[in-house]
């Protein structure tokens, strides 16, 4: 009996202790449940699972640039499930994204429709608002796994007089490639349009949609800048996505910009903007193989991706790339980090130079760039605005670069104002908020980006001359001449007052102006002005300081004067002649200050 009595004791200790361990389990699993709804038990705050029980602590790492990446609250994060692919319709224009064919005896239409927003628009009238696209990713991208929880957006639009038909297919192409889980809202803002479609039409179809789609009025013009930071005003989502008004998205366009922010909070990320042809309406796939980046005159360019970044990625195209520089029109933030790290510049007018000044910004003060090559979103990119601007372009032009430059660029901004002195006496307004938000954010010095984010900026920064370059026969000087990449290199008498006479000679052996070097394809050239390419090759040359020859490196030629010709210089064999001799002696008068 007492054997008896000591089992069944036995087996109680051993159920009540099973028991207990159960409990403890279940309490351990609801202290992680996922509040990523907004339910789930206890769940009260974005940074706690069970009331009371443990925090969920920030994740902070650091990238190669010795940037803090700050993963994001899992409070944020939804389920979601892929879009369905928007099938080809047989028969209809434009279908695939292929170019759409205007019939001869409507050219004369379709030229007077061309002016209104200065794109094909009939073209665009012919092509349904949710029409089809090929899958433009590269493989890698379609293989890849996104995370099961992703955070929501709002994506906003502002737009201005835009036709009826880009506009709604850039809505109709969010709606339709998009998780329907994590687009928030659409946002669309009018900064004062003056067309009668784009007024209580509008708001009468944006009704409809089976994703909210707000319309908010600026009332007077209000430009780019103002515009979007009244979209964002009212933006629910935790991140906010701003698009031009003439795009289409294409096929797994959102996750990858959402999931790069989800990793690193302080992301600023960005599609591959692929182009859609004014003319056609076709859509043309951009390389991948491009950054962001910009000249002497704060111009935003688009460059080869150097061999640097390619080693960082370990050669793999699918994975985020570092740009030092965005084209600004189409690109995704936190909203939170939006405002922590100061939005837009509301000093500036219009539109121009915000772009540069939030990519300075964001590297200068923590964050990072990034242009994302997964996503693909098409823009209808114009040959010229069919806006006008009050005061002209120039001046508003002038005036952003002109703060962004104050504000950002140390003394490299005396470098600008000598590249471009016509933004030297633009009223800029008050600055000092800008420089007090530097300040408070402890942002890195213009030199730490160039040497750290853009070494291969055309920037000065180490460079081994900078300033005219004189022939000693005829004491005229190089000039571009104001010519364009592909246009020979000219002389002209030295004037001493910079611009196209600025030339500097660089460390990777190029002799450059902005963002063109001398390049000569062979022995008898010609010598022209090519896009800086930086790989040495028939942009290489090697000065000479004790006979002050200029000999280009491929062709084993000097650079030479020719009295028959004296405004074209020449590739002609080295003699040691006076024609042959460049003066590098008279140094431009700014230079980079090494201690900064």
Known sequence: MSLMRCRRHTCKIIIVTSLIWCILDIMILLSYSDCSSGVGFGCTSTETGKKGSIKFSKQVSVDAHGVEIEEYPRSKLKTWHKAKVVTKQKGKPGEMGKAVQ????????????????????????????????????????????????????????????????????????????????????????DDASEHEHLGSELEEYAAKMPIPVHVLRTGIRSGLIRARLLGAKTAKGSIITFLDAHCECTEGWLEPLLAEI??????????????????????????????????????????????????????????PLHTPAMAGGLFAIDRDYFYEVGSYDEGMDIWGGENLEMSFRVWQCGGTLEIIPCSHVGHVFRDKSPYTFPGGVAKIVNKNAARVAEVWMDEWRDFYYSMNPGARNVDIGDISPRKNL??????????????????????????????????????????????????????????????????????????????????AAGPDGPVKLVRCHGMGGNQAWVYNKMDHSLRHVNTAKCLTTQAHDPSSPKLVSCEGEASQQWLMQDKFKWQANKNS
Request: charged share 25%; glycine share 4%; hydrophobic share 35%.
């Open 438 to 519: 530097r300040e408070e954010l402890k942002c890195k010095s213009f030199r730490w980006y160039l040497e750290n984010i853009y070494p291969e900026s055309q920037m000065p920064l180490d460079y081994f001359f900078l300033g005219e370059i004189r022939n000693d026969a005829t004491h005229n000087c190089l000039d571009t001449m104001g010519r364009k990449s592909g246009e020979e290199v000219g002389l002209s008498y030295c004037h001493g007052l910079g611009g196209n006479q600025v030339f500097a000679y660089t460390k990777r052996q190029q002799v450059m102006s902005d963002d063109n070097c001398l390049d």
């Open 102 to 189: 205007i019939p001869p005896d409507r050219e004369a239409e379709k030229k007077e429709k061309f002016k209104i927003n200065q794109f094909n628009l009939m073209a665009s009238e012919m092509i349904a608002l949710n029409r089809s696209l090929q899958d433009v990713r590269l493989s890698q991208c379609k293989s890849k796994v996104y995370p099961s929880l992703l955070p929501t957006t709002s994506v906003v639009i502002v737009f201005h007089n835009e036709a009826w038909t880009t506009l709604l297919r850039t809505v109709h192409s969010i709606m339709n490639r998009s998780p329907p889980e994590l687009v928030e809202e659409i946002i669309l803002v």
């Open 262 to 319: 989800a990793k690193n909070r302080k992301a600023v990320v960005c599609p591959v903007i692929d182009v859609i042809s004014d003319e056609s309406f076709e859509y043309i796939t951009a390389s991948d193989m491009t950054w962001g980046g910009f000249n002497w005159k704060l111009n935003f360019r688009w460059y080869r991706v150097p061999q640097r970044e390619m080693d960082r990625r370990n050669g793999d195209r699918s994975e």
